[in-house]
């Protein structure tokens, strides 16, 4: 009789089971898994999840293998190559893949350019739902329009590469887009967004080109960021249905922004932006459900005023000439604040959490008298 020590109990679990296994793994890991038996193999061949990213890129081609040689050449399109057949055989298969991400390291377009469409291809004819593809320093690269008339992907993040004006654009299917490092118009971002009915999550991070940007006509979006467009002058979003926006420098001194159209807006956060004292009263009153305000970096307030019903978190940092904070909210519970010493006109507010991190210590006896009853509440940390 065989030792219980010996029997494979893993091997023998229902292939679902061993891909679930398979998703806590690192993806190097997970490849490997299949040299350990037939029943691996098998499990790692129809296996729904290809991460072929940056992490993975980092782990099995040494930086000095990447150094311009014909060995380090090679050894890259080897590891394509890899990528395209593993593609390959699950499209043969009719696999469907939930996620596919391809990383294209630096100066390498030349030697990977002939994969990359290949393993596009493939991973479309096996219905991708979530497709990742970055491009390290390749500006240059155009998107092939075919992803951009794919029914089946749902999440769709691109970084580090170009977008042309699209002929046509169908990805009736996807909720969420994140654009890193992608150079666009206006005009071709919009042109892109048309294409996209149930988007529902836009993200724009360090993308070139963006000047003048108006989201209109996205009846579904929830949730906006924007982050380092340095060339971006005006940002206009109309969808009321919008809960949640994140405005992140650096941004041009000029740029204007024009929320009031987002009448549901919950979460709200401006950092390293140039607002001023009373555009932002302005635009707080706009928003009768807010619920969480966030203002980081922002010197060109002086006096932040803010009344609203709804807001219950308000988190205020490291705004270098503010002074005064006067604040009318009958629902926050939550305060967090970090900067100089400065006036506090709360009202009859009980914070059920307050976090206070003075950067100097300009306080006098009379400042501690006026904020007693406020600084009982509250924790306050040393400055640093």
Not at 106 to 127: K, R, T, V
Not at 147 to 161: K, V, Y
Not at 206 to 217: D, I, R, T, V
Not at 250 to 256: A, D, H, N, T, Y
């Amino acid at each position: 009789m065989e030792s219980l020590s010996h029997i494979d109990r893993i091997s023998n679990l229902p292939e679902p089971i061993l891909h679930h296994i398979l998703s806590f793994l690192p993806f190097t890991q997970t490849v490997q898994t299949r040299v350990l038996s037939r029943t691996w193999k098998r499990a790692w061949h129809t296996f729904s999840v290809l991460k072929f990213d940056s992490d993975f890129f980092h782990q099995v081609f040494l930086e000095d293998s990447n150094d311009g040689s014909e060995a380090g050449k090679q050894k890259l399109r080897e590891i394509f190559n890899y990528i395209k057949e593993t593609l390959r055989i699950r499209h043969n298969e009719m696999i469907r893949l939930m996620n596919f991400s391809l990383f294209v390291p630096g100066d390498s377009l030349e030697i990977c350019l002939p994969y990359i469409d290949q393993c596009i291809f493939y991973a479309l004819g096996c219905n991708v739902k979530e497709l990742s593809l970055e491009l390290l320093g390749n500006p240059r690269f155009n998107l092939p329009e075919i992803i951009l008339c794919s029914n089946s992907i749902e999440i769709l993040t691109l970084a580090g590469l170009k977008l042309e004006s699209p002929r046509s654009v169908k990805l009736s299917s996807l909720t969420k887009l994140f654009l890193m490092r992608v150079d666009a118009t206006d005009l071709v971002l919009q042109s892109l967004l048309i294409g996209c009915p149930l988007i529902e999550y836009l993200s724009l991070q360090l993308c070139p080109g963006l000047k003048n940007l108006e989201l209109s006509g996205l009846t579904k979006l929830n949730k906006f960021e924007v982050c380092d467009a340095e060339e971006l002058q005006r940002l206009c979003i109309i969808a009321q249905d919008v809960q949640e926006v994140s405005i992140q420098g650096p941004l041009p001194f000029q740029c204007k922004f024009n929320l009031a159209s987002c009448k549901f807006l919950k979460y709200l956060r401006f950092a390293l932006t140039h607002i001023k004292d009373e555009w932002l009263c302005n635009q707080i009153s706009k928003f009768p459900l807010l619920e969480s305000l966030l203002i980081a970096g922002c010197d060109d307030l002086k006096s932040i005023n803010i009344s609203s019903r709804s807001l219950k978190l308000l988190e205020i940092y490291d705004c270098l000439r503010l002074v005064e904070v006067k604040i009318a909210a009958s629902s926050l519970s939550i305060f967090k604040y970090s900067g100089d010493v400065i006036s506090f006109q709360l009202g009859a507010i009980t914070f059920s959490k307050s976090h206070l991190l003075f950067q100097t210590e300009n306080s006098s006896s009379e400042w501690y008298t006026e904020h007693f009853n406020f600084l009982q509440c509250s924790i306050v940390f040393p400055r640093w």
